[in-house]
């Protein structure tokens, strides 16, 4: 099958519906499936959403947290890191400290499941945040995504991203992006 299959179009269009209703984001955002990893998912994300003169805070509580570093390095993206201890969540009162001090920070980029540390960062509570301050929120939900509750109706996500393994239990190698 390819894309100029009818069937497998269809397929996809389904599947998207599905991943789109796992976070109630039928009424505001776009599946965009991907061939590759989540980590490739993570890349296509933020280079695509992430303007080349933008800047990214990102919470750094995390060996996940640091790949989003890594990546942002790579696409030539400014980035602000946050130190969390490893066994700390994310602050809430942090970020707001670190978009107040730097105006020119456009995005944030959120683990929101750092597995490496064990720690389940309060997206509850940053994404309404980094909204009222008017900035972008990008959500690595690999860890999270279809196990812990994310309802894009409620919180004024950017993106949500994950993929197919993990908490879905599919087979390896689609990405997606679920962008407003």
Avoid at 90 to 109: G, K, Q, W
Wanted: some cysteine; overall charge negative.
């Amino acid at each position: 099958w390819g894309s100029w299959d009818g069937a497998f179009n269809t397929m996809t269009a389904s599947l998207c519906r599905q991943l789109l209703g796992i976070v109630h984001g039928e009424a505001s955002h776009v599946c965009v499936p991907l061939q590759g990893s989540g980590s490739f998912a993570v890349e296509a994300a933020l280079g695509t959403l992430v303007p080349r003169q933008g800047k990214v805070l990102v919470p750094n509580n995390g060996a996940y947290c640091a790949r989003i570093l890594r990546i942002l390095s790579y696409l030539g993206r400014a980035a602000v890191e946050l130190p969390v201890a490893e066994h700390e969540p994310v602050s809430p009162v942090a970020i707001e400290a670190a978009l107040a001090a730097d105006p020119a920070i456009t995005h944030v980029a959120l683990v929101h499941c750092e597995t490496s540390a064990g720690i389940l960062n309060p997206l509850a509570e940053i994404a309404p945040l980094v909204a009222r301050l008017g900035r972008g929120l990008i959500v690595d939900a690999m860890s999270s995504f279809a196990a812990i509750d994310i309802d894009l109706r409620n919180l004024p996500i950017t993106a949500v991203i994950a993929a197919s393994g993990k908490c879905l239990e599919g087979v390896p190698g689609m990405g997606f992006v679920i962008a407003r």
